[in-house]
């Protein structure tokens, strides 16, 4: 049984993936980067799963492999979405992808 | 409810035989109307069918009339005998049945309606023959006569505006016959439009009725009338009755709903004999005598019936003396006629209207169908040379005295009938009308000008009657030398009516003869039982005629005033030569006056329709409809949509994705705080 007290530094960690990953969605321009700053904020929180399914049983471990099968199946679409954008742009800078600006 | 009870104990059951077959009457033209109707559309060159089919309806209905008739004067029946065929329309505890009622006044009506109408159907056999619409025009034809029948055998208010509102769409439908003619489809919406505006009326009556009588069945209003008799005079009776009188004025043609009626004349002349003379115009009277115990509960509006009537009666004879129209003139006589028929029935004497309804529905026929056989023989002759010239304008006629004969003959005595002069039919009618108008003058002086209207309508109606005959079949013929040739008698389907009616308009009088000539009064106390509810009111009461020496007196001045007007007409009519439209000279003074009608057209036009387009077409067309519709509401919508609320959406769209997760981290970092509370 682990102990109790790993719960406060592993949220703590949580936390601090979680706004390093927000942080890189924000401020970086290249698509892989603010992909992979995604799958950070989703460890995060599989990080924060783990930790509190200490406490409230095992719901929070079996949520964890849900995270982490729809995050494989995000990274195959996603990196086939960024692979088609470079084709078509020979670029995966974001700031050139906006079509949609009204 | 009591009411509805009340209603059922004073009604009796149907007793079978020929009263029990009278649905007979109405299903039988609506027979002959659908296979017209079938006809018009599919084979509209059977005309043998059409030719057998649309008189023989009208005639086996009026066979079923008269043995319903016979039926019910050897039965002394004191309630009227109602016939519940279905229930039309249960609403909560509003409920009307489709029912036929059958008393001594449905009976009349229905008599004079098929008798006459099945006439004027044979006399149209010969008179449309030619026409390429025949099967259509007596598919219109019995579903008129449908309609009328219903009107005079409903046995609620409701039931008879179904006939009401159903006269007149055949009205406009046979106006407007000839619809290829723009100035005949106008004519057609003219007649339906002002008589919208009496059937408003009509409608706030019944509304009214409704409300405090919580019942439209005629036994059941006859009975809540009786069982207060402390209304009588009441603001609620005198309003019921004078909105209902709104409708009769548009149905019948009186002032200031009148002027339809003359521009109804664009229809067939048969149309205008049964339709526009003899039936539907008196509808209006039939529902005041319907209605006879509250108008009788309403003194003041009676009084307003029988000053509608007795201005309407000199006003429209008046202009009857300068029409060249032969059936204009007529058309102006028919609402003066009518006048008469109010008066009658204003003053209470209500028996005199239906005497007067009769004997006006005979000889009145009879002229407009002499009218057009004179028209028909006229047209034919025109026709032979190809010539283009007006056959119904009387300056073209003159001198048909020889040629149709049997025409003249019959004519001459409808306008002695017309005129007053004794023994035809018309001077017992018009006789009693005015003397009990007189009579009443001794309670309501009012009265004495309603008679002095009258007899200056009576000296009227002789003048530009015996002007119509002179200038039509006196003098010499103005029709042209070629076309003289051509002009003679029709043929018998069209002249056996005019004699049946031309009898009619001699012995009509007889059904109500009075006793001063040794007659029995016989329609007075055949009508009594429908009567007597009004008969029992104070202003049913106070209804004595005149008797003794006065009774003399008016009669002699009826005759001398129907004689010197027949004097009078001939002789003016015959002094000098009548001009050609061409050669005619100017009207002028107070004839163009009357030849223009007053110009009461083209009043209305300018104070009614015109300020009425104005606002349809200013007001609510371009400022509301185009303005505030269109623009504002649909434009104006469309116009925030795409350039306030677009162009700040849009703007939220930058491209920057980095600006689209703040937004959204914002948002859902909101979201949760909300969640936490």
Same mark, same amino acid.
């Given at each position: ?34 992909? @992979?700053? #995604?799958?950070?904020?989703?460890? =995060? *929180?599989? !990080? +924060?799963? &783990?930790?509190?399914?200490?406490? %409230? ?10 995270? @982490?099968? #729809?995050?494989?199946?995000?990274? =195959? *679409?996603? !990196? +086939?979405? &960024?692979?088609?954008?470079?084709? %078509? ?14 | ?677």
């Amino acid at each position: 049984m682990p102990q109790a007290s790993f719960i406060g530094p592993s949220l703590a960690l949580s936390a601090i993936l979680f706004s390093i990953g927000v942080a890189g969605v924000l401020l970086r321009r290249n698509a892989i980067i603010v992909f @992979m700053c #995604v799958e950070i904020m989703l460890n =995060a *929180v599989n !990080l +924060a799963f &783990i930790a509190l399914a200490q406490l %409230h049983g095992v719901g929070g471990q079996v949520m964890v492999f849900f995270v @982490m099968t #729809v995050a494989a199946a995000e990274a =195959a *679409v996603g !990196l +086939a979405i &960024i692979l088609a954008i470079f084709r %078509h742009r020979q670029s995966v800078d974001l700031q050139n992808t906006n079509l949609l600006k009204g | 409810m009591t009411l509805s009870l009340l209603a059922q104990a004073g009604e009796s059951a149907s007793p079978g035989g020929a009263i029990g077959l009278l649905w007979l009457t109405i299903a039988l033209p609506l027979a002959g109307f659908v296979v017209n109707g079938w006809l018009s559309v599919r084979r509209s060159r059977a005309k043998a069918v059409v030719s057998f089919v649309g008189p023989a309806v009208l005639f086996a209905s009026f066979a079923v009339a008269l043995a319903a008739f016979l039926q019910l004067q050897g039965m002394h029946a004191e309630a009227p005998i109602v016939q519940r065929l279905w229930s039309w329309l249960p609403v909560g505890n509003f409920r009307i049945d489709l029912a036929l009622q059958y008393d001594q006044l449905s009976a009349v009506m229905l008599l004079v309606v098929t008798g006459v109408g099945s006439f004027i159907h044979l006399f149209s056999v010969g008179y449309m023959r030619s026409d390429e619409g025949y099967a259509r025009y007596f598919a219109y034809l019995n579903l008129f006569v449908v309609f009328m029948l219903v009107l005079v055998l409903g046995s609620s208010y409701p039931v008879l505006f179904i006939g009401w509102e159903g006269v007149g769409l055949a009205s406009y439908l046979l106006i407007g016959f000839w619809f290829n003619d723009k100035a005949n489809a106008d004519a057609g919406k003219k007649a339906f439009i002002v008589n919208r505006i009496g059937d408003f009326g009509f409608l706030i009556a019944m509304f009214l009725l409704w409300n405090a009588a919580g019942t439209l069945d005629f036994s059941g209003v006859t009975a809540w009338a009786s069982a207060n008799p402390g209304l009588a005079g009441s603001g609620l009776v005198t309003a019921i009755a004078l909105f209902m009188f709104l409708g009769c004025a548009g149905k019948s043609a009186q002032i200031p709903l009148y002027t339809w009626l003359p521009d109804a004349m664009a229809g067939p002349t048969p149309v205008s004999a049964l339709i526009h003379a003899a039936t539907m115009v008196t509808a209006g009277v039939y529902l005041v005598v319907r209605s006879n115990v509250i108008f009788a509960m309403s003194p003041v509006a009676s009084t307003v019936v029988a000053g509608v009537g007795a201005l309407t009666a000199l006003f429209a004879a008046t202009i009857g003396l300068r029409q060249y129209d032969i059936k204009k003139v007529l058309a102006y006589s028919t609402v003066s006629q009518l006048g008469y028929m109010f008066v009658g029935v204003g003053t209470g004497a209500y028996v005199a209207g239906i005497f007067h309804l009769v004997t006006h529905a005979f000889f009145k026929a009879l002229l407009f169908l002499g009218a057009g056989a004179v028209i028909h023989a006229m047209h034919a002759a025109y026709h032979a040379t190809h010539s283009h010239a007006d056959a119904q304008d009387m300056r073209n006629m003159g001198g048909l005295r020889k040629m149709l004969p049997v025409t003249w003959w019959m004519m001459l005595l409808a306008t002695l009938a017309i005129a007053g002069i004794p023994p035809f039919a018309g001077f017992f009618s018009k006789d009693e009308i005015l003397a009990l108008a007189f009579a009443r003058g001794a309670e309501q002086p009012v009265f004495y000008v309603f008679y002095g209207f009258g007899l200056l309508a009576a000296l009227l109606t002789a003048i530009y009657m015996a002007r119509l005959m002179a200038m039509t079949f006196l003098g010499t013929n103005r029709t042209g030398a070629e076309e003289q040739k051509h002009l003679h008698d029709s043929p018998p389907s069209m002249t056996i009516p005019l004699i049946v009616l031309g009898v009619l308009s001699v012995i009509g009088g007889a059904v109500n003869l009075p006793h001063l000539v040794g007659g029995h009064q016989w329609l007075d106390r055949w009508l009594e039982p429908v009567l007597k509810p009004a008969a029992e009111t104070a202003f049913g009461r106070s209804l004595h005629g005149p008797e003794g020496s006065t009774e003399y007196l008016l009669v002699a001045i009826a005759v001398l005033v129907g004689i010197i007007g027949l004097v009078i007409g001939f002789r003016a009519t015959l002094a000098r030569p009548v001009p050609t439209p061409e050669a005619a000279p100017a009207e002028r003074g107070f004839a163009r006056v009357l030849l223009n009608k007053y110009w009461v057209d083209e009043l209305y036009d300018r104070v009614v329709v015109r300020p009425f387009v104005w606002v349809s077409r200013a007001l609510l067309w371009k400022a509301t409809d185009k303005g505030l519709i269109d623009g504002a509401l649909v434009n104006g919508s469309a116009w925030l949509s795409r350039s306030v609320l677009g162009k700040a959406g849009s703007l939220l769209q930058n491209g920057q994705i980095g600006f689209y997760v703040i937004v959204f981290l914002v948002g859902a970092l909101w979201i949760l705080r909300v969640m936490a509370g």
